[in-house]
């Protein structure tokens, strides 16, 4: 194969290989022509299309699981529901290692397109759920071949030159963000159709017998979609051979710099379990999961509880409502707030703003449960965004943190490693989130943190776990050697 400067030789340093799509990104973002409407759009589209499938249940799981008549008492529901929930945690966790390692090897394209194929298959298989460990079996398999947000992740940061990786991280994170959000909206509006729209689903027909499936292939629609516009998704790995190293190499030689050699070639090599900045911005991400999570099912299963429960006794259109408003502020937020948010005050120091913010906000929760009419309507939206958009702030933070902690060959594995810790967290969250919230309606007489005050106290317990860890000198910046410095 042979090199070529591409007709630039006074403005680029690199060279590149002709046809390797690695250097044609990289090409791009030398000249700053990588930030494009395209690039955007694809990391939309692609991570929109693996996050709608994770949360989209979560309105009307409580009634899914009634309708299995598996719980023999009412405040059982929410047990069972979590471990329906978990269960997509828990298949991914088993397997976004080998999906990151995959990445680096054979490109983060190869297995976004595998992703969504697995959305398309199993999110629809698990409308057509007639039993409960069908709906557990389905959402396994989901987890398990459903491995493209990590390799995304090290697609954002890879796509864009550094001083732009804020935006393509916050885009990420807004996808990300709005498919919690939208997903669950999506599941409020369109679940038990000949129920709420019975003049275009009559009752006795296909969608009375699978009430839950119209949210589930609506879903599966949009990922077809997402598989076609995944065809023109370009490349960030380069299929020379020691195209890292010798264009690194080159590099450092060019500027006399024998460090940089030096340091390139230990960060081949590097374990990435040793590298202390990455792994403090994983364990900070994989508790903040949990915790994320956690709020994501109790909200909606605290919202469609009855009232003597503590609940807000909504409806799964009202929950829809609340989070598709939410999910509209949060698309604003990230693309057009964020980034200059981030600029202004460091994505680490922005992150623990919001998290400390977070904790007397989610505990406030119960106390808006007192409200009625259109003041509950009200004060439950704000709630519910500033949340979400709190949240998010945090995630896209340390997304920041981890992908700037290793270099692009090892980024797909550390990415992985990332995704996987979040996973068994994750797993936990549903589960533990819904048993503690039935617990909690056990309880509504207690003496001490009756009803819900105990399900929301527990989970600001993990959210100020994770604020502390947010601090020196647990969690740890990669620094700039001074080679780089000069960049």
Known sequence: ????????????????????????????????????????????????????????????????????NIAKREEDISAYAGYIGSSFMLGRSLTSILWGLIADRYGRKPVAFLGIISVIIFNTLFGLSTSFWMAVITRFFLGCLNGLLGPMKAYCSEIFREEKQALGLSTFSAAWGMGLIIGPSLGGYLAQPTLKYPNLFPKDSFWDKYPYFLPSISISIFAFVAVIVCIWLPETLHNHPLSNESSNDAEALE???????????????????????????????????????????????????????????????????VLAISGIGLIVFQLSVYPSLERTFGPIRFARISGVLSIPLLQSYPFIAMLSGITLYLVIN?????????????????????????????????????????????????????????????????????????????????????VLLMFTPFLSVKKKTPSEQLH
């Not at 990104?25 to 030398?30: L, N």
């Not at 340390?398 to 980024?411: G, I, P, S």
């Not at 992985?416 to 967290?425: D, E, R, W």
Request: hydrophobic share 45%.
């Open 1 to 68: 194969m042979e090199e070529n400067n591409f007709g630039e030789p006074l403005l680029l340093k690199k060279q590149y290989y002709e046809n390797c799509p690695g250097c044609k990104v990289d090409k791009a973002k030398e000249l700053k022509t990588d930030v494009t409407f395209r690039n955007l759009f694809n990391i939309w589209m692609v991570v929109l299309c693996s996050s709608l499938p994770i949360s989209s249940l979560f309105p009307y799981l409580y009634f899914m699981v009634r309708d299995f």
């Open 382 to 466: 704000i709630a519910s965004l500033l949340k979400n958009l709190l949240s998010v702030t945090v995630i896209t933070g340390l997304f920041l943190m981890q992908n700037r902690a290793v270099e692009q060959h090892q980024r797909g594995a550390a990415n992985g490693i990332s995704m996987t810790g979040m996973s068994i967290f994750k797993a936990i969250g549903p589960a533990g989130g819904g048993a503690i919230l039935a617990w909690s309606q056990k309880r509504m007489h207690a003496s001490f943190l009756p009803g819900t005050h105990m399900v929301f106290f527990v989970l600001n317990v993990a959210g100020g776990l994770t």
């Open 255 to 321: 500027n006399g710099s024998k460090e940089k050699v030096r340091e390139k070639i230990i960060q081949k090599d590097e374990n990435l379990f040793l590298n202390w900045p990455l792994m403090s911005s994983i364990i900070v991400y994989c508790i903040f999961s949990l915790y994320d999570i956690a709020y994501q099912e109790v909200f909606s299963l605290w919202a469609v509880s009855p009232r003597r429960l503590g609940g807000l006794n909504f409806s799964t259109d009202d929950v829809g409502n």
